[in-house]
């Protein structure tokens, strides 16, 4: 019989396996979210007596399972649309967060027969909505770009809110107080204080380490050291922050992921360093998403979720309600300071989407035997099932339901238009990087003129081809290029408020004008941000700049619109 190592990793290639297969028959079927799928097939071999020797814990979860999915989803997260999103976000995730564990509390202490700490506790355990679940499956849904990076911004970071908050209720509970010490004015501002630290921390560490490692990749062209450089940032930014300052690691791996997958990858990565880093994150999330859904199928207790059903079902209905508490108040209030409103269609969406399966299953699987004084800890078992029973509930009911909801509320997924479009400005890119190849590879005379003729008329005709299949695209479906339109004008603007803040800083402009150049682009920033686009058409001007009527006062009649193009 194997032991040692060699057990181990035949119990990782059981697992490998059966997720293999659980991917032949998904590719069958057709759309069906691989996760989900992962996960019934665990609870399956756990009902069926089928055990892998995996042994989820508490550490292996938080040390070792999350930093490289957050790492992964931060990299890949849109910085432009992350920040253009950040008020709704933080909303959500912060004050939203702290709504919604009051609310479960409170009405968990009398549904549950539970004391206020510990139905606080519980409260502060399943609510933060999990990265790992909805970043793998609104990938698999194809949700529509600003509702994902809602629902991801806000479970990137509500984690951390959480953990923080569970520590302070877990430390609570530990030190046998009693609950009205929950009310006690010092006791709230130390959790307060213990939050702003841990978040501020977390935040300076993922900066401070992202930054650090940008300044090495900026003066290397290596892409295998670069992928060794970032794996040292995804995990090494979590341990500095969590276990040596105690502060949040999940914000300092997200805040790094962040810097390096959009700084990093636009100034210090060259084009096969940015393919060779990102497919590698890529297949290492993939390979630890199948290991956390099939260990969590395998190890869901299904004789103490039925022993404990009535609990669980009661825990299930409550925590729903204890996020729409927090969703559409927090919603309405954000969307009174943003220029694009979250729609309720995307609310109802962000409700049933926001699942709970791996933080909260790492947080139930932290709690000590005993508080002090050797007495048994208040109601683990009921937690640990009711933990494991919504979480089952959200990722297998919630989850399997997305697409249903996404379809029903017409909430547009991925068009078949929209995947041919990615497909053909991915082929532009690829074509435009081999051209400049082409031109390196002359000019250092590694090839004949001969051949590089060859190559850029072979590579000139396809471009040529696919931007005439780009503009029939655009012709046929308007709203992609309206899209491709805003998306590129937001670039543009940013490039512009960038080199005014330049010329103020070099002394070119004075402070005075500067101030009045970026108050214009800001303007057009907003409206872009709205919808609404400062382009014209050949035959007309969108947006009239305050410099041609300052110019028109000396008389500079060029700055002068012409009365055709005005009309």
Request: aromatic share 8%.
């Amino acid at each position: 019989m194997a032991v040692g190592v060699e057990a181990e990793l035949l119990d990782l290639i059981g697992v490998l396996l059966l997720g293999g297969v659980v991917g032949v028959v998904v590719a069958r079927i057709g759309r069906f979210p691989y996760t989900i799928a992962l996960l019934l097939a665990g609870l399956a071999a756990s009902v069926l007596g089928i055990e892998f020797g995996i042994e989820l814990s508490h550490d292996i979860i938080l040390l070792v399972l999350l930093p490289p999915l957050l790492f992964e989803g931060a990299a890949t997260t849109d910085l432009e649309e992350f920040r253009t999103n950040l008020p709704v976000i933080l909303t959500l995730a912060v004050p939203g967060l702290i709504l919604s564990v009051a609310v479960l509390g409170f009405l968990g202490s009398y549904a549950f027969g539970f004391p206020l700490l510990v139905a606080m506790l519980f409260a502060a355990m399943i609510l933060p909505t999990d990265p790992v679940s909805v970043l793998a499956l609104f990938d698999d849904v194809g949700a529509p770009e600003r509702l994902s990076t809602l629902v991801e911004g806000e479970s990137l970071i509500n984690d951390g809110v959480g953990v923080v908050i569970f520590s302070s209720l877990l430390g609570l509970v530990t030190s046998g107080v009693d609950s009205d010490a929950l009310f006690d004015p010092s006791t709230l501002g130390e959790v307060v204080l213990d939050f702003a630290v841990s978040s501020a921390g977390g935040v300076l560490v993922g900066l401070a380490a992202g930054y650090a490692v940008y300044r090495v990749m900026v003066n290397l062209d290596e892409h295998m050291t670069e992928i060794v450089l970032t794996a040292i940032l995804a995990y090494g930014s979590f341990l500095l922050a969590e276990h040596y300052l105690h502060v949040s690691g999940v914000i300092a791996t997200v805040v790094a992921g962040l810097f390096i997958g959009n700084r990093g990858a636009e100034y210090a990565m060259s084009p096969q360093t940015k393919i060779s880093i990102f497919n590698t994150w890529e297949t290492a999330a993939f390979i630890v998403n199948t290991f956390i859904f099939v260990a969590i199928g395998v190890q869901t207790p299904v004789d103490r979720l039925l022993a404990h059903g009535r609990l669980i079902l009661i825990a299930i209905v409550l925590v729903v309600l204890a996020r729409a508490a927090a969703v559409y108040p927090m919603s309405a209030l954000a969307n009174r300071f943003i220029p694009t409103e979250v729609s309720f269609d995307y609310q109802h969406v962000m409700v049933w989407g926001g699942l709970h399966a791996s933080i909260p299953i790492a947080l139930v699987l932290g709690l000590p035997q005993t508080v002090q004084g050797g007495t048994p800890f208040p109601f683990r078992e009921e937690l640990r099932a009711m933990v494991f029973g919504v979480a089952a509930f959200s990722l297998i009911v919630q989850g399997f339901s997305i697409g249903w909801l996404l379809d029903k509320l017409d909430v547009v997924t991925r068009s078949h238009a929209g995947e041919l479009y990615e497909l053909l400005v991915g082929r532009v890119r690829a074509v435009d990087a081999g051209l400049e190849a082409a031109d390196e590879l002359r000019d250092r005379r590694q090839i004949s003129p001969s051949v590089y003729e060859d190559f850029t008329q072979e590579y000139e005709r396809e471009r040529e081809d696919l931007n005439e299949a780009i503009g029939e695209l655009h012709a046929t479906h308007p709203e992609i290029r309206r899209k491709e339109l805003l998306t590129g004008e937001r670039q543009l603007l940013q490039r512009e408020k960038s080199a005014v803040m330049d010329a103020v800083r070099s002394g070119i402009v004075s402070d005075e004008i500067g101030e009045q150049l970026l108050e214009e682009v800001n303007i057009k920033l907003d409206r872009v941000s709205s919808g609404e686009s400062t382009v014209g058409g050949r035959e007309e001007e969108a947006y009239e700049e305050f410099w041609r009527h300052r110019a028109a006062e000396f008389d500079v009649h060029s700055a002068e619109l012409d009365e055709a193009k005005q009309d």
